[in-house]
């Protein structure tokens, strides 16, 4: 597994690194994004800062999408009747679709000179996170990581220590269990398992395992390791008795303090923490990675994708997604989420983040994972998307139901062939 090491003001060396022809009339620009709980804020405040230094270019929002999933989806069949966005910010695993559909537009030509623009925080790695077969299409916006966010007074409740937080997964089921055990009003840990398949894929990865070859060629989720981490799911009803939420309810009963762990994306730590206040003492601690050789974790988070092929408005979007993906962009969604910053000049130079690392010690634990950290996989061709449905559908029964865990992977990954095949 390759892994991509993560670490914008930054307009000198970013129009450094390209060509910019004057503009003499305002541009329009539509921009359709994902999940506003998390992003309604920082896409308003990341368009405003944009408008004021490019008084030239209007940045309209479409109305966003509930889900990178529900986005992608949107915006395919917005295709079919040519009235795509100019700009669109899918999840990390989606920016394969619209570039083998031919919708995204290659970015290649824009980047007149790749010096100024890895000066800019633009590296390698993290331009590896938008590129499909070694193509650019997008640019990293956000990075997010699976951590776990835990109750420090209800673990010392159950006799644990807040300050030695399990780093593997059988003793975190078991203090799990033993919070559980609290009482009827208490519910021990939660793993999130709705939406899209990026949190199996971390199990996966836990445990060092793959989705696919690398020529993409044989499903490879079914082998020891893949049964270890479907065997970790039945590990969390079985064991700690895992309430059946969504990620609503989940977050809800959380921030209301009857829920002591939970996993889940590190992009709502500013909503979790605003939603605890002084209620409880919340932490977070780093995914459990099993197998410290070959474990790696999905980067999820989005990218922003151009769509447009007028030359006026690529123009204007190119400098739009520069902002964006740039360190003053990644600055505004790093203070407010708990996503990693997607630029190294956003990570490397104070003027950006400063002390904020050392003030807000809960967003150390994405940080820590940054060597562990690769893609977000995506199955290749038309069927793609369909092949992740299939796949949580199937899982969800080894959660909520008594569903044996290796019988019900090994009829999926056979299902998958299947479908991949077509």
């Given at each position: ?43 308003e405040e990341i368009a405003a800062r944009f408008m004021e ?370």
């Amino acid at each position: 597994m390759k892994r991509f090491s993560t670490s914008v003001a930054a307009a000198a060396l970013i129009a450094g690194a390209f060509a910019l022809p004057a503009q003499a009339q305002e541009t329009e620009i539509v921009v359709h994004y994902a999940m506003p709980g998390v992003f309604g804020e920082i896409q308003e405040e990341i368009a405003a800062r944009f408008m004021e230094e490019n008084p030239d270019v209007r940045v309209t929002f479409r109305s966003p999408s509930d889900s990178y999933e529900d986005g992608v989806q949107r915006v395919l069949r917005e295709s079919m009747s040519g009235d795509t966005p100019d700009i669109v910010y899918v999840g990390l695993n989606r920016i394969r679709i619209l570039a083998e559909r031919e919708l995204a537009q290659p970015l290649a030509p824009f980047i007149e000179d790749q010096e100024a623009f890895a000066e800019a925080g633009f590296t390698e790695s993290l331009l590896g996170l938008g590129q499909v077969r070694g193509e650019q299409y997008g640019l990293a916006f956000a990075a997010s990581t699976p951590v776990v966010y835990y109750n420090a007074d209800l673990v010392a409740q159950a006799g644990g220590d807040p300050d030695s937080f399990p780093d593997n997964w059988d003793d975190l089921i078991a203090l799990g269990a033993d919070i559980d055990a609290l009482g009827e009003d208490t519910d021990g840990i939660y793993y999130h398992f709705w939406g899209s398949d990026w949190m199996w894929q971390a199990a996966v990865g836990s445990f060092g395992g793959e989705l696919m070859d690398d020529a993409e060629e044989e499903v490879l989720f079914d082998d020891e390791r893949g049964h270890r981490a479907a065997a970790l799911l039945a590990q969390f009803r079985e064991e700690a008795d895992m309430p059946a939420y969504d990620r609503s309810a989940a977050q809800q009963s959380f921030q209301a303090g009857r829920l002591g762990i939970m996993l889940d994306s590190s992009a709502f730590l500013a909503r979790l923490e605003d939603g605890v206040g002084d209620r409880f003492d919340l932490r977070v601690a780093s995914f459990p990675i099993a197998d410290r050789e070959n474990g790696w974790l999905p980067t999820g988070g989005s990218g922003v994708v151009m769509l447009t092929d007028d030359e006026a408005r690529q123009e204007a979007a190119w400098r739009y997604m520069t902002f964006a993906a740039g360190p003053e962009g990644a600055a505004i969604v790093v203070r407010n989420s708990g996503y990693a910053p997607t630029n190294q000049r956003a990570a490397d130079d104070p003027q950006f983040l400063g002390d904020f690392y050392a003030e807000n010690p809960n967003h150390q634990a994405t940080r820590d994972q940054v060597a562990f950290l690769g893609p977000w996989f995506a199955y290749p061709g038309e069927r793609g998307v369909r092949v992740t449905d299939t796949i949580m559908s199937s899982l969800r029964d080894v959660l909520d139901t008594d569903a044996d865990p290796a019988e019900t992977l090994d009829a999926l990954a056979d299902t998958v062939r299947g479908e991949l095949a077509r």
